[in-house]
């Protein structure tokens, strides 16, 4: 049992009737808006972990180089 296409219609006449569509244009202008720095945000921490992890694997690359140097130099 879905909500019907009718149902959605008779619900969507009644909102613009209580809200006006020039109210209901600024709500999604604002929702939209929000959406987007949300999905921009995500992409800025997903960037962030790459760069971290990038740096940890190069600080790791570079402390297993430089033991072997130390265990070269003491045979």
Same mark, same amino acid.
């Given at each position: 049992? !879905? @909500? $019907? @296409?009718?149902? #959605? #219609?008779?619900?969507? =006449?009644?909102?613009? #009737?209580?809200?006006?569509?020039?109210? #209901?244009?600024?709500? !999604?202008?604002?929702?939209? /808006? =929000? @959406?987007?720095?949300?999905? /921009?945000?995500?992409? +800025?921490?997903?960037?962030?972990?790459?760069? *971290?992890?990038?740096?940890? +694997? /190069?600080?790791?690359? +570079?402390?297993?180089?430089?033991? $072997?140097?130390?265990? *070269? +130099?003491?045979?």
């Amino acid at each position: 049992m !879905g @909500i $019907s @296409i009718w149902q #959605l #219609l008779i619900l969507l =006449a009644v909102v613009i #009737l209580i809200f006006g569509t020039k109210k #209901l244009k600024n709500v !999604g202008g604002d929702l939209g /808006s =929000a @959406i987007k720095g949300f999905k /921009s945000a995500v992409k +800025d921490g997903d960037d962030n972990a790459k760069q *971290e992890k990038v740096a940890q +694997d /190069s600080a790791d690359t +570079d402390a297993a180089n430089t033991e $072997s140097v130390k265990k *070269e +130099d003491n045979v």
